[in-house]
């Protein structure tokens, strides 16, 4: 069985990577397996280095390519995303900021949205060595400081920040994404169409689904350490009308209850649920 989906691990992000790096994770399985599964949207990207078997990935029910071991995961924006694995899973690597794969990748949020991405048919900087370097690992937390390494050398070739977008990710953060796209649009000093559209195309969904994502996940964060009865309590606590209006909203965006879910054969993808940021 699984043991970890993703689950995150306690190793230190070099300060000057916080800004593109928010934090590491990890998920194995303790023998071959042959199971399919949903993921979910969490609201931010991955990079991913595989260190068993490959994973097939399906979007909308259609196989997606996937031949390399390292790869950089999208948004998941309304779309139906599974995994298979017939193998031994095993996979480390990175959640990052949601503008990363703009301001690294030159690319726009959009591009990589619903997708699985090869990490060499998108990178700006040719490495060569990389999936040399990443196989003589003798631990999969060793390729951890090969993937920091990756990404700083990306950094010396980013694309000039967003000012007004990088301050309203933060707003959406501090706030649980308990606020309004007009609210935003206005502190941002940009209009409300612009805000939108460019929002949109740099970070890979809708402002107003992405603050329902991190809504979502920041209630699903207190419920890893909470009794679901308090449900309720949580749900007031984080923006919901009642209980019924977060069992509904969860519903839509996971397919079946919270209460349903965590004591479901999938359960164990719980660990890739819950607030990154």
Not at 215 to 235: D, G, M, P, V, W
């Amino acid at each position: 069985m699984i043991k970890n989906y993703a689950k995150e691990l306690n190793y230190p992000i070099p300060e000057n990577l916080k800004q593109f790096v928010i934090a590491s994770i990890y998920g194995e399985s303790d023998t071959k397996i042959n199971v399919k599964f949903p993921v979910h949207p969490i609201g931010f990207p991955l990079l991913v280095s595989i260190f068993n078997d490959i994973p097939l990935v399906y979007v909308r029910g259609e196989k997606t390519p996937r031949n390399k071991r390292l790869t950089i995961n999208g948004q998941i924006s309304n779309a139906d995303i599974e995994v298979e694995i017939d193998g031994v899973f095993g996979q480390i690597g990175f959640v990052l900021h949601p503008t990363a794969t703009y301001y690294l990748f030159h690319r726009t949020g959009t591009f990589f949205s619903n997708k699985c991405q090869n990490f060499d048919a998108v990178t700006p900087i040719a490495f060569p060595e990389i999936f040399k370097e990443l196989e003589r690992c003798s631990s999969p937390e060793d390729r951890l400081p090969i993937l920091l390494e990756l990404i700083r050398e990306l950094a010396k070739n980013r694309l000039p920040p967003i000012p007004w977008l990088d301050d309203s990710l933060e707003e959406i953060f501090s706030k649980n994404g308990k606020v309004s796209q007009t609210m935003l649009a206005e502190n941002s000093g940009v209009g409300v169409r612009h805000y939108r559209r460019k929002f949109k195309e740099i970070i890979g969904v809708s402002p107003k689904y992405f603050c329902k994502v991190i809504q979502l996940n920041t209630i699903f964060e207190l419920l890893k350490t909470s009794n679901t009865a308090e449900i309720h309590r949580l749900a007031l606590d984080c923006g919901y009308y009642d209980q019924a209006h977060f069992v509904n909203e969860f519903r839509q965006m996971i397919g079946e209850s919270p209460t349903h879910f965590l004591k479901g054969k999938h359960a164990y993808v719980a660990s890739y649920l819950g607030r990154k940021a």
